[in-house]
Every structure is written in C-alpha cells, then in structure tokens.
C-alpha cells in the first residue's frame, strides 16, 4: 500500500432525460491510500499522475510496466490526425470473459491506457480501470485524462470536468470525464478497440493481436481457427468502410447503447453476422434506410444520390449537431468522405 493525493470520484456521471451526460463531481483529498500491484490491481481513487497509474515507474514514461501489453486495433479511430499507443493491463492470474465474443467482460483491476501525440507532441494519455465487478453499475469504471507538460517529463491529472483545450500548445482537447463516460460507456465492456474485430488480424511487430492474446491464455473462451477468424465479407473498400464505421461510430450505435432507442443503427461488426455484406448490422440498419434526424431526412445511405446519403451529410458537417462524430474532433475527416463515399457509390 502506498498514499498520494488523488481525485475520490464523488457521484458518478449520469444521462439526463434528454440523453445529455451530467458532470461528475470531482473534489480533491489528501493521502488516499491505492491498492497497487504493479500496473494492475485495484484503485480506490484516480491517481493525480500518469506515473501513478502503474504505466511507468518514471515521469517520462520512457520505463513502461513489463505487464503493460502494447496492442494496436486494425480499425483505427479517427483524432484529427493524432498518433496514438495503446496499453492494456490484467491482474494476474485473471482473464478475461469472453463466452460472448461480442461484448468481452474484463476483470476487476484491468487498466487501460491511450496515448495521443499531435505534431510530434506528445499531449495526453487516458486511463481507465475497472473498480467492480458489474460493468453497468454507476462508477463501476474509473475515468482519467492526463496532460503531458512542455518539456515532455510528466503528465499529471487534467481538469476533470472541463478537459482542456489545445493542450500542449497544440490544437488538440483534451476531453472532460463526462465526455469520456459518453463514448464509453456506449458498451457493455465499456473497453474500445480491444475485442474481436478490433484484433483479429496481423498486428505490427510488438503489438498484441488475437492470436497473441489467445496464446496469453488472456480470454477464457479463445475462438477457434486462424487469423482472420471473423473475415469481413466482400471486397478491399467494403471491409475498409465497414472498420471505419465499427471504431469510429460503433461504440455509440449498437443495440446495447441508450442511442439505438432514439437511433436504431447498428454500425458495430458482429462475429456472427458476417456471412455477406448484406448480413451485417451496418448494411442492414443503413441501405436504402429512411433516417431523420437533426433536421435532416433522407435515405441513411443511398448510392442514387450520394451527395444526399445522411451518413455523409452528417460526417460532413462542420458543426454539431449535426455533424458526426459529435465530440472528440475538430478537423474533418476528408479520407473517411472520401472513403465512404466511394463505397456508398460502389453498393
């Protein structure tokens, strides 16, 4: 046991009548006692430091946790050019729950962390860690975001209920925690990037990959078959177009999150519903799909008139509503236009 002056989560975030996400109530206190077990184990609060977290035992982080597993998704989510790396850390001696290879539950003590560095500057890393057992329960996750100074030799706990805007002297925000919450918790698991799709392919050199977390002894259910084991249906541009929109808007439009009951897509890849491009809950939500929304009415996606398809009046847009994605970015994402509008022309 080892104390340090953290943030106590005081109330947890919470949806409005109006789906709006409230802010957490966030109040400093000294000498709070953490639970540590090398980069895994139970907090009892959010740490005020990166270090503290359990990542890297220096300021700079240049001295990572051997237990902390470097992974990288093949469907990238888009941040306004921002690089990013990924680490997840179990407790030992856990896996985790993956009887629904959709949805995986991870254990009690799991952190995760994300990297972002925006031209070349590293400004933020966020933290999550699972504090109890069921994921639906309010705090059951524990959410932080940590600025990076100029000098590149520390990160420490960012404004918590404000984020903060162009950090580091770049163009990038950081989110609040209620932000955070709002993606997130769009999911069961309440963990992006880090599930079937996301990693059943060849991962680079030194990044984890499903085959390599099936030989971690890592998931309690481990898929059968070879890499890929979920292949995507049909050709290049349908599988780069169905992966974009399963990272970048799936986590919010899936049947498990409080959106589907206002906005019934489903933008996230299933395991099980990839016979044909037609089977999959993107084609099927989407094609020839009269949607509202916004102000704007129209086929969802209509290769007769792609200019008018409301999936890509929406990813257009320079403002929100109604642009899509609603929060985490500034900076259009022309490739994805460019993308999804070749692949809306090619259906």
Same mark, same amino acid.
């Given at each position: 046991?080892? *104390?340090?002056?953290?943030?106590?989560?005081?109330?947890?975030? %919470?949806?409005?009548d109006d789906g709006a996400v409230q802010p957490i109530d966030a109040r400093p206190?000294?000498?709070?006692?953490?639970?540590?077990?090398?980069?895994?184990?139970?907090? *009892?609060?959010?740490? $005020?430091?990166?270090?503290?977290?359990?990542?890297? *035992? $220096? #300021?700079?982080?240049?001295?990572?946790? %051997?237990?902390?597993?470097?992974?990288?998704?093949?469907?990238?989510?888009?941040?306004? =050019?921002?690089?990013? !790396?990924?680490?997840?850390?179990?407790?030992?001696?856990? /896996?985790?729950?993956? &009887? /629904?290879?959709?949805?995986?539950?991870?254990?009690?003590?799991?952190r995760v962390w994300k990297e972002f560095t925006r031209d070349g500057t590293r400004?933020?890393? !966020?933290?999550?860690?699972?504090?109890?057992e069921d994921d639906l329960a309010p705090g059951s996750w524990l959410f932080a %975001?940590?600025?990076?100074?100029?000098?590149?030799? @520390?990160?420490?706990?960012?404004?918590? =209920?404000?984020?903060?805007?162009?950090? /580091?002297?770049?163009?990038?925000?950081?989110?609040?925690? *209620?932000?955070? !919450?709002?993606?997130?918790? #769009?999911?069961?698991?309440?963990?992006? #990037?880090?599930?079937?799709?996301?990693?059943?392919?060849?991962?680079?050199?030194?990044?984890? $990959?499903?085959?390599?977390?099936?030989?971690?002894?890592?998931?309690?259910?481990?898929?059968? #078959?070879?890499?890929?084991?979920? @292949?995507?249906?049909?050709? $290049?541009?349908?599988?780069?177009?169905?992966?974009?929109?399963? @990272?970048?808007?799936?986590?919010?439009?899936?049947?498990?999150?409080? =959106?589907?009951?206002?906005?019934?897509?489903?933008?996230?890849?299933?395991?099980?519903?990839? =016979?044909?491009?037609?089977?999959?809950?993107?084609?099927?939500?989407?094609?020839?799909? /009269?949607?509202?929304?916004?102000?704007?009415?129209?086929?969802?996606?209509?290769?007769?008139?792609?200019?008018?398809?409301?999936?890509?009046?929406?990813?257009?847009?320079?403002? &929100?509503?109604?642009?899509?994605?609603?929060?985490?970015?500034?900076?259009?994402?022309?490739?994805?236009?460019?993308?999804?509008?070749?692949?809306?022309?090619?259906?």
């Amino acid at each position: 046991m080892r *104390s340090t002056r953290v943030i106590v989560l005081a109330v947890a975030a %919470a949806c409005g009548d109006d789906g709006a996400v409230q802010p957490i109530d966030a109040r400093p206190v000294a000498d709070v006692p953490i639970q540590q077990e090398g980069c895994a184990g139970v907090l *009892s609060a959010v740490p $005020d430091t990166l270090a503290g977290t359990g990542l890297c *035992s $220096d #300021g700079p982080c240049a001295n990572v946790a %051997a237990e902390a597993t470097l992974y990288a998704p093949q469907f990238e989510l888009y941040s306004d =050019t921002a690089t990013k !790396r990924r680490w997840i850390c179990l407790p030992p001696g856990t /896996n985790i729950d993956t &009887s /629904n290879m959709e949805y995986w539950k991870f254990p009690v003590g799991t952190r995760v962390w994300k990297e972002f560095t925006r031209d070349g500057t590293r400004v933020e890393t !966020r933290f999550i860690t699972k504090v109890m057992e069921d994921d639906l329960a309010p705090g059951s996750w524990l959410f932080a %975001a940590y600025e990076w100074n100029s000098a590149q030799d @520390a990160a420490t706990l960012a404004n918590p =209920t404000a984020g903060v805007q162009n950090a /580091n002297g770049t163009q990038h925000d950081i989110p609040s925690r *209620s932000q955070c !919450r709002r993606c997130h918790e #769009g999911l069961p698991s309440r963990v992006l #990037g880090f599930g079937a799709m996301s990693l059943d392919y060849a991962a680079p050199d030194g990044t984890m $990959d499903l085959d390599d977390a099936i030989a971690a002894n890592m998931l309690s259910t481990a898929p059968s #078959g070879t890499t890929p084991r979920f @292949a995507l249906p049909g050709q $290049d541009l349908d599988h780069r177009a169905l992966g974009y929109l399963h @990272a970048n808007c799936g986590h919010c439009h899936n049947p498990e999150s409080a =959106t589907h009951d206002s906005t019934p897509l489903a933008l996230r890849l299933e395991t099980t519903k990839l =016979t044909t491009l037609q089977a999959t809950p993107t084609y099927a939500t989407t094609y020839d799909v /009269n949607g509202t929304r916004n102000g704007l009415t129209g086929k969802i996606v209509d290769p007769a008139n792609t200019d008018n398809s409301v999936l890509l009046v929406r990813l257009r847009a320079t403002q &929100s509503p109604p642009r899509m994605p609603e929060i985490g970015i500034e900076m259009q994402d022309t490739a994805a236009d460019t993308l999804l509008e070749s692949w809306i022309d090619s259906l």
